[in-house]
């Protein structure tokens, strides 16, 4: 398929352990931006890149949150040393600079 | 501090009926407002946009109504149907800020 794709579908782990969370974006795109959606809450801003610029971290909550995009495609979220707080579906879009974007199915995070 | 505000936060419609969702926005930089509507388990979708330069944009049963002055738009729906049951988000673009979300039940 042509689509963003986001691996794991579900990741399960425990207070204190690190997580990576993988985004494939659309072939093409420029910009990809990661997003946090808790139970009964809207899209949180986490992390905008844009082809070679610096990104935008501005929404990331706190310093155990990284992201990065190797070689201007696939991009890792990754969370050290996880609280229960943390759990939520995280949501990679991408899009041609800063047109529609388009969405992955997200990664359920459960924190226990 | 939440940049774009949505209501209501959930709302029951009859098919056939019109399902309005309101948005409203504090930053005058926002230059795109779009609509997305996500389905259980999947990601948001893009369903119809607007930029400040128009007051309204119509796609189908779909329309946006613009108000800069009030900064202010919404999403209206007519004849809704089952099949448009699903979460919709509006969201303004300088920074990218997402309203709370919408569940809207379209009842057969």
């Known amino acids: 398929g042509a689509g963003v794709s986001q691996s794991p579908s579900n990741k399960v782990t425990e207070k204190g352990k690190d997580v990576e969370l993988r985004c494939d974006p659309i072939?093409?795109?420029?910009?990809l931006y990661w997003y946090r959606q808790s139970l009964g809450q809207g899209l949180e801003f986490l992390i905008y890149?844009?082809?070679?610029?610096?990104?935008?971290k501005s929404g990331l909550p706190s310093d155990r949150f990284s992201a990065e995009r190797t070689g201007g495609s696939v991009s890792t979220l990754t969370i050290q040393r996880t609280q229960q707080e943390d759990s939520a579906v995280y949501l990679c879009?991408?899009?041609?600079?800063?047109?529609?974007?388009?969405f992955g199915p997200g990664t359920r995070l459960t924190v226990l | 501090q939440q940049q774009v505000k949505q209501s209501p936060q959930s709302l029951i419609v009859q098919k056939g009926g019109i399902s309005i969702i309101n948005c409203a926005y504090e930053n005058t930089a926002f230059d795109y407002f779009p609509w997305y509507q996500q389905f259980p388990g999947k990601g948001p979708a893009l369903l119809i946009a607007?930029?400040?330069?128009?007051s309204e944009k119509k796609e189908g049963r779909f329309t946006i109504s613009f108000n800069k002055s009030a900064k202010q738009f919404s999403l209206h729906i007519m004849d809704s149907q089952p099949g448009d049951s699903a979460t919709y988000f509006c969201?303004?673009?300088?920074?990218?800020?997402f309203g709370t979300g919408t569940s809207l039940t379209v009842i057969p």
């Open positions: 607007i930029r400040p330069d128009v």
């Open positions: 879009a991408s899009s041609f600079s800063r047109g529609e974007q388009f």
């Open positions: 072939s093409g795109h420029t910009a």
């Open positions: 890149f844009q082809g070679n610029s610096a990104p935008d």
């Open positions: 969201a303004g673009y300088d920074q990218f800020y």
